[in-house]
Each structure stands twice: as structure tokens, then as C-alpha cells.
């Protein structure tokens, strides 16, 4: 290990995510390597290990020949002070080399606020930030993940934004560089080139202009790119990758386990949700394949815990094989088997009775998002009141004491009367345990949490204004003032940190300008209360000229070119202000399952049909 | 049937794997291997692992013991090569055995300690560490979770067993010392801080500290 990095870390918190080394962890000869790639995280280590994306794209690359893919994270704080102060440039934990030497710097982006982050990293590896001020072939600086369905607010730093799942358009992207590097290209010409490959957007190759009222006049692309880039998807679960053979982190990390992911995509259509839309559609794995994955990886991780994931595991079809399979390897092994995001119904609870066997019963959690029918049609979650209560019963008979409630605030449509649904919901569970629970002596915990709505890019949702901070905090003070029961605990999110996702969310590319400013003056880790400053942020709009509030607190109308207009999830612009329209008139829309509603993702398959 | 320990070395990116953090990665690690271990009894029976004395964060060692009870999927023979395909980089299995000496029994600890120095004040250093191993006493404060003040005062010179090499070379001073192993043990650790604070005028830049080895009363390698 480099003599000035074990100096360093004698001085800072947790070390241990700071040197690589784990289980599993890559290590390849640098003669046999034509292609290294610096697979970033834009937040710390517990959280990007605890990610499955970057766990299959780092297995996908190396185990394709000539090509490293090594892992970075975002040093906290006391870390990133020690490595400025040494001047010990940001390495990758796999070999320890500087990351600016490498081919390729991809940045894995789950949400916005891990923007500055991404400035923060490109800096500490000495990069320049621009990709204009980028000009040699490498490293090339590419991102993906879900916040890339709008990357314009980052887009002049990046080179490439990959769109959709990176399984194969990352390895036919490497190919291309491969080419590129023999070749002897331009950075340019690469980029040309680059932009012919499906999923690829080269944000270098757009040419973006404004109308006078800040709207976006008209995106145009140059040198061939083309009008609209689509997102990739793995077609077939069955086929594709998925690590059975992965890191073990030998610190503590967020989620410490096997996560066997059960399907992509989602048949609900919940109207506020962009994972909901940006992954159609829904694409399973088998049972069988499952349980032999689930088993492998357990025996190769020595993992006693497993998750299984998926937006909405209720939907899996073959659940109950599945869950048997796992658990007749699990269950005399005392592996513990976990199955969230399930649906408030008589199944699932039961379900959770058999996996839970014998096991401590710790909370439920349900996520009714909105306290009346009404609004809940309105967003299209399909749950109703009934349906939760029967399941609280039977968890009460079952001996649960504690559940926690999931609230957004804000929804389009919202009236002051669902709000108060909320409180009138939390009273009837509370009046469903008085009934039914088998251990009345322990109480009952019932926790009530909500947050600010923040309106994403492709979903029906996507021109709605956000509540403003005033009015979220109003509606909490409603609900504050009817929640009296002392079993009852109310915790609202603070609005600050939504406020700026949704402005940052929708945003067009001068919110560059904001990033980096914001960045100088030190916001980085904004999801992170120990670190996030709204002031700054509101400093540095202040300073560029821009108003949070007109991208994150305005209506937009139907003809408005939406700055993420050349970006396509495959789902049809038509079919969301369509979906819109029946919110408005709180009528639902039958999931994927029941009847395919036409919505567009169905030309991502092979034949061109949706198989649900 | 006895229990089983391994002796082993943790070095390099290892050295960052806290105790608690090693326990897990070692009950991992028989897993990952095939090997069955004990559990413990009771109402949450968990596996059987125990190390006798915890290496401070950091530290690097070549004789780390671990003891658990080997149920099956391995001989004391073949498990140390099972175990190191299992381990993360920086742990390596040394050697399986049956059986061992009570605990209570480990005595003393041999470190290989390196001091650095911003400029050339190694031969100093040495002076000045001889020097003060030479005294009566030397009391230090050591931090306590138990105390009320929040540290408790220890006199370290009874604490060091003997001093056996000072090194002193430009910016290095390396020290190979002999130091109690429990009831009560000296962490090296606190013996440096003290030493820091004695004389401000050293300017230490590092420290790493390494078990050479660990011994039994009679001052045999405790195993
Ligand atoms: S095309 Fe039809 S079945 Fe496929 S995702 Fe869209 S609505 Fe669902």
C-alpha cells in the first residue's frame, strides 16, 4: 500500500473503506489490460456497495477480457481534507492508481443530489470539471442511472450519458474506445461515433436554446446524433448477468447481504413514481434461476441475510415456489430471508408470517402514499383503505406491535381534506389493533412519516408544480394538530432537501452553472444532513441568475419543450399527459397485467410485446 | 473433543478490518469455505468465535489467534488452504491446531514499532525513549469509557517487559519492545501518545505498530 495513504489513514474515520482488498474484489495483471474503467459512486462507501447496479456492471466488465473495472467512492469529509492537504489524488480502490489515468470515469447517479459529489470527485482526481476543457480521449467521463433521465443540469461535464440498463451498451461502448485508441481518434470523433450506438447520449452533440421566459426553445442535434436517444434494456432476465460472485465488504456496510433481484420494471403504473415508468417494462426471472442464484451467492458471500428486490415483489407471479425454494436451503442454515416492498394484502401477510418463522418479528412497513380513495386513485397506487386494514389485522393477530405508515404531501390533486385522511387512516389501524391484537399489553407503535412530493421527468407528473416549502409545512401543521394519539408518531421530512431535488430534477442544462457554483462554495454530500446548506444553494441560483422556484415550483403546459425532450424511456410523451388528465379525473388505470394500456415500452422488447 | 484455533497474520489492507468487523468476516469466511462450527448455547446460538486478545485498528500482525470448535468440512490440515481462499487480501491462515493454552496464559507481546519523524530527529528520539524507559515511572492518562473523568492514569514502566532494540536511522526510529499482554496489558498505543506528549519538540509524523509475536510466562510463543 502507498506509504502516504496508510499516513493518512492513521488519521481518519473508518479506514477500512478506503483500501480495497475485500473478498471478491478484482484484481487483474495491468500487462493483460487494454481498457481500464473507474466505476464511481458518487456517495460513500456504505451506500454505493450496498448498490446492485454497480455490483453487475462491475461484473459484467471484468469479466470481459482486457477491460478493469475498478471502484471509487466519495471520501467523507475528513478523508477528502487529508487527501487535499497530502495531495494524494482520488485513486480506485482496486490497484490504488490515480483515477485521472484512467480510460474511462463512469459515474453511476441514483439521484440529484449527488451531483456536487460527482464535481467533488472529478476534482480530487484533477481532472477538469468541463468536458469541453476535456480534450484528450481520455478519460472519457460517462454517468447513468435513474437521475440520467434528465441530465441536462450535469450534462456539460459529463461526455457520455448512458440511458437505461448498462449491461451491454457499456461493453459495446469500450469496444467502440477500443477501436478508438488503435485507431488513434479524436476525442471528438469518438464522441461522433458514439452517438450511433443506441443509448448513448452525447450531450456535447446538442445544441440547446432558450425563449426569453427561461422555457426551453428547441433542443438540436449536430453531426448525425440523433433527434431522441432511447434507453437500453436486457431483454431477457433469463440471460443476463447477474453477480453470484460478488464483493464482500469486510467493514459494515448499508445493506450487508445477498440481493437477488426477483424482475425490472413495475406493472403498476403508480402515477408519481419515475422508477414505475423509466424501467418498463416489467421483465422477470425465473424461479428456478432465482433460487440456484440466491443459493450460489449465499454460499460464495457467506451472506446469512438475503433480500429479495424488486419495486413491488407482490407482483413476482411465482412468489410462493420461490419463496419455498429459498427457504428449504435458508431455513436449516438460519439464513434469514427478506422480502420488502410487498402490498398491503391477505397474501403477502401471509407470506411474511412464513418467512418471518420463528424470527423476531420487527415492523411492518406500508407505503399508502396518499390518506384518501380519492387521491390515492388520483396517483394511481392501488391500495385500498380495506386492504390495509385487513392486513394490519392479521399482522396484529399475528403478534406484530409496530407499523410505520408511508405519506406523501403535495400530490397533484391534493385537498386539505386528504391530508387530514391521513390522520383519520393512522386512527383506524390504531382502532384495527385495538380489536384484533392478540398482545394488547405491548402497545402499539404506529409511525406516520411524510414527505414533500417532488415531481420527476417521465411520469404523468412531470409538468406539475411542487407544493411550495410554505405550503408542505402548512399541510404538516394540519396534520400535527389532528394526530393526538399518543400512539401515534408523527415525522415529517424537512422540505429543504426536496425543494432542491425537485428543482434540480426537472432541470435544463444552466443548472450547471448552479452545480459547480454551489460546489466552490461548498455544498458536496447534499443528501446528507451533516453536510446539506439550502442556503448555499439559493446563493449560488442567486448568483447565476436563476430561480429555484421556476423549475421546481412552476406548472408546465403541454406544448412546453421539456429540457429532457431528446430523452426517451421508451414510454409515450402522449400516454403521460394522457395519464395526467385521468388523475385529474381520479380514475385508475389498469396495471400492465390486467390490460396493456399502450403506453410505448413495448417496442423495447423482441417482437415488440410486453411479457407480463 | 477440544476446540480448534488458527493462527494468522493480518496485514496490508487488512489492517483496516476492525475486531468487530473481523469476527464477521472470519464467521464468513468458514462459511464461504464449507466449514461447519460450533454454536454456542442458548436461545440465540450464534458461531463459536473467539480472538484473545483484539489487535488495535491499524495494527499489523503475525500471530493472531482465533479460536472456534471445527464441526466438519475440514482437518486442522487442510483447513488452513480451504480458509485462505475464503479470506480477503491480508489475512492469512499460518497454521490449525487442536487444543491450546488457557487465555489467560498469553503474557506478553513482542512489537515491532516504527516511529517517523518530519526531519532527521531519529537518533533523539532514541535517546530521549531510552531515557524514559530508564525512570521510576512514567504515568500517562489513557482514555476509559468506565472512568467518570473519561480517562484513568496508568504508569507504563511496569508495563514494559523489556526493551529489547532502539534503531535509529535519519527519520526512522524503529523499537522492538516486550510489552504486557493483559491484567493489565500495555497497547502501544498509549505508550507513544505519552511519549509524544513528554517531548513536543519530536515531531512524529506516523507510527505503525506490528506483533512480532506473542508469548506464554515463560516467555515461549503462546499458541
Ligand atoms: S406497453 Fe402495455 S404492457 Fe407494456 S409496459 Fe406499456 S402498458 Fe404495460
Keep these: 500500500m502507498d506509504h502516504k495513504l496508510e499516513k493518512i489513514l492513521a488519521r481518519v474515520q473508518k479506514p477500512g473503506r478506503y483500501v480495497g482488498g475485500e473478498y471478491n474484489a478484482v484484481v487483474k495483471d495491468k500487462a493483460g489490460v487494454d481498457c481500464r474503467f473507474a466505476l464511481c459512486f458518487p456517495d460513500t462507501y456504505e451506500i454505493g456497495m450496498s448498490n446492485l447496479g454497480m455490483r453487475i456492471l462491475y461484473g459484467v466488465m471484468n469479466e470481459t477480457d482486457g477491460v478493469w473495472c475498478e471502484r471509487v467512492f466519495a471520501p467523507w469529509g475528513d478523508m477528502e481534507d487529508a487527501m487535499r492537504r497530502e495531495g494524494l489524488p482520488l485513486y480506485a480502490l482496486e490497484s490504488g492508481d490515480p483515477v485521472k489515468d484512467f480510460d474511462f470515469v463512469g459515474f453511476s447517479v441514483g439521484y440529484e443530489l449527488a451531483y456536487t459529489n460527482i464535481l467533488n470527485l472529478l476534482d480530487l482526481a484533477g481532472l477538469p470539471l468541463r468536458a469541453a476543457d476535456r480534450p484528450d480521449l481520455a478519460p472519457i467521463v460517462v454517468a447513468g442511472g435513474t437521475a440520467m433521465y434528465d441530465p441536462e443540469p450535469i450534462a456539460p461535464f459529463v461526455d457520455i450519458v448512458s440511458l437505461g440498463e448498462g449491461e451491454d451498451v457499456t461493453l459495446e461502448m469500450i469496444r467502440l474506445y477500443r477501436r478508438a485508441k488503435q485507431e488513434g481518434w479524436s476525442k471528438a470523433e469518438y464522441l461522433r461515433q458514439a452517438a450511433r450506438i443506441p443509448g448513448l447520449y452525447i450531450p456535447s452533440l446538442y445544441d440547446v436554446t432558450y425563449h426569453d421566459d427561461g422555457t426551453v426553445a428547441a433542443v438540436t442535434p449536430r453531426d448525425g446524433a440523433p433527434a431522441v436517444v432511447t434507453k437500453r434494456i436486457v431483454t431477457d432476465m433469463n440471460r443476463s448477468y447477474y453477480p453470484v460472485k460478488t464483493i464482500v465488504p469486510s467493514t459494515e456496510v448499508t445493506q450487508d447481504r445477498v440481493m437477488l433481484e426477483l ?48 419495486l413491488s415483489s407482490s407482483d413476482y407471479p411465482d412468489l410462493l415456489p420461490l419463496c419455498d425454494g429459498l427457504l428449504d436451503y435458508c431455513q436449516p442454515r438460519k439464513i434469514s430471508l427478506a422480502l420488502p416492498s410487498l402490498r398491503a394484502d391477505n397474501f403477502s401477510m401471509r407470506l411474511m408470517e412464513k ?45 406484530w406491535s409496530s407499523v410505520k405508515l408511508y405519506f406523501m404531501l403535495g400530490l397533484p390533486t391534493e385537498t386539505d381534506e386528504d391530508v387530514l385522511g391521513i390522520a383519520d387512516l393512522a386512527n383506524k389501524v390504531y382502532y384495527t389493533w385495538k380489536t384484533y391484537s392478540t398482545n ?133 410523451t402522449s400516454y403521460l399527459w394522457k395519464e395526467k388528465e385521468t388523475a385529474y379525473q381520479g380514475k385508475i388505470t389498469p396495471d400492465c397485467k390486467v390490460k396493456c394500456t399502450g403506453c410505448g415500452a413495448s417496442k423495447l422488447c423482441e417482437g415488440g410485446i410486453c411479457h407480463v | 473433543m477440544s476446540d480448534q484455533r488458527i493462527l494468522f497474520r493480518k ?44 489487535l488495535p485498528l491499524g495494527f499489523s500482525s503475525d500471530c493472531e489467534i482465533l479460536e472456534f470448535g471445527l464441526v466438519d468440512g475440514a482437518t486442522v490440515e487442510t483447513l488452513p488452504e480451504q480458509m485462505n481462499r475464503a479470506l480477503p487480501a491480508g489475512i492469512e491462515i499460518l ?4 487444543g491450546g493454552l488457557a487465555f489467560k496464559k498469553l503474557a506478553f507481546v513482542r512489537y515491532d514499532i516504527t516511529l517517523e519523524f518530519e526531519t532527521a530527529q531519529a537518533e533523539e528520539g532514541a535517546e530521549d525513549f531510552k531515557a524514559l524507559m530508564g525512570r521510576e515511572s512514567f504515568v500517562v492518562q489513557k482514555k476509559s469509557k468506565k472512568a467518570k473523568a473519561g480517562f484513568t492514569e496508568v504508569d507504563i514502566i511496569p508495563l514494559v517487559e523489556a526493551v529489547e532494540a ?26 507513544l501518545q505519552g511519549f509524544k506528549s513528554e517531548f513536543p519538540d519530536l515531531h512524529v509524523i506516523y507510527t505503525a505498530c506490528h506483533r512480532r509475536e506473542i508469548l506464554d510466562e515463560n516467555k515461549a510463543p503462546y499458541r
Excluded at chain 1, 285 to 300: F, N
Design chain 1, 440 to 572: 394488547r399489553s405491548r402497545g402499539i407503535r404506529i409511525t406516520v412519516s411524510t414527505s414533500c412530493f417532488v415531481p420527476k421527468s417521465h411520469t404523468p407528473f412531470q409538468w406539475e408544480a411542487q407544493n411550495t416549502m410554505e405550503e408542505y409545512l402548512r399541510k404538516v401543521t394540519l396534520l400535527r394538530e389532528h394526530m393526538r394519539n399518543k400512539s401515534i408518531t408523527y415525522n415529517w421530512h424537512d422540505p429543504e432537501t426536496s425543494f432542491l431535488e425537485a428543482a434540480l430534477s426537472r432541470g435544463d442544462r444552466r443548472l450547471a452553472d448552479v452545480i459547480e457554483t454551489a460546489w466552490r462554495n461548498g455544498a458536496k454530500f447534499d443528501s446528507w444532513s451533516e453536510y446539506f446548506s439550502l442556503r448555499t444553494w439559493l446563493d449560488a441560483f442567486a448568483a447565476c441568475g436563476l430561480d429555484p422556484a421556476f423549475y421546481a415550483s412552476r406548472e408546465r403546459g403541454k406544448d412546453e419543450v421539456l429540457p429532457w425532450s431528446m430523452i426517451s424511456d421508451g414510454v409515450k
Design chain 2, 95 to 98: 497454521d490449525c491446531y487442536d
Design chain 2, 11 to 54: 496485514a496490508g489492507t487488512a489492517k483496516y478490518i476492525s475486531h468487530l468487523d473481523l469476527m464477521h468476516t472470519m464467521e464468513r469466511a468458514f462459511l464461504r469455505a464449507g466449514i461447519s462450527i460450533r454454536h454456542t448455547q442458548g436461545y440465540h446460538p450464534h458461531p463459536y468465535v473467539s480472538i484473545p486478545l483484539p
Design chain 1, 263 to 310: 424482475f425490472r420494471g413495475c406493472i403498476r403504473g403508480c402515477r408519481f413514481c419515475q422508477a414505475g415508468y423509466v424501467y418498463r417494462p416489467v421483465r422477470g426471472r425465473d424461479y428456478e434461476l432465482l433460487v440456484k442464484q440466491g443459493i450460489e451467492a449465499c454460499r460464495d458471500s457467506g451472506y446469512q441475510d438475503m433480500t429479495l428486490m424488486s
Design chain 1, 355 to 399: 418467512l418471518q418463522a420463528g424470527g423476531r418479528k420487527s415492523g411492518l412497513t406500508f407505503a399508502p402514499e396518499a390518506g384518501s380513495q380519492r387521491l390515492r386513485d388520483a396517483i394511481n397506487k392501488n391500495v385500498t383503505e380495506e386492504d390495509l386494514l385487513n392486513s394490519c389485522r392479521t399482522a396484529f393477530e399475528g403478534g
Design chain 2, 166 to 191: 532502539v534503531r535509529a536511522e535519519g527519520t526512522v526510529l524503529s523499537l522492538t519492545l516486550l510489552l504486557k499482554a493483559q491484567n493489565p496489558g500495555l497497547n502501544p498505543d498509549v505508550l
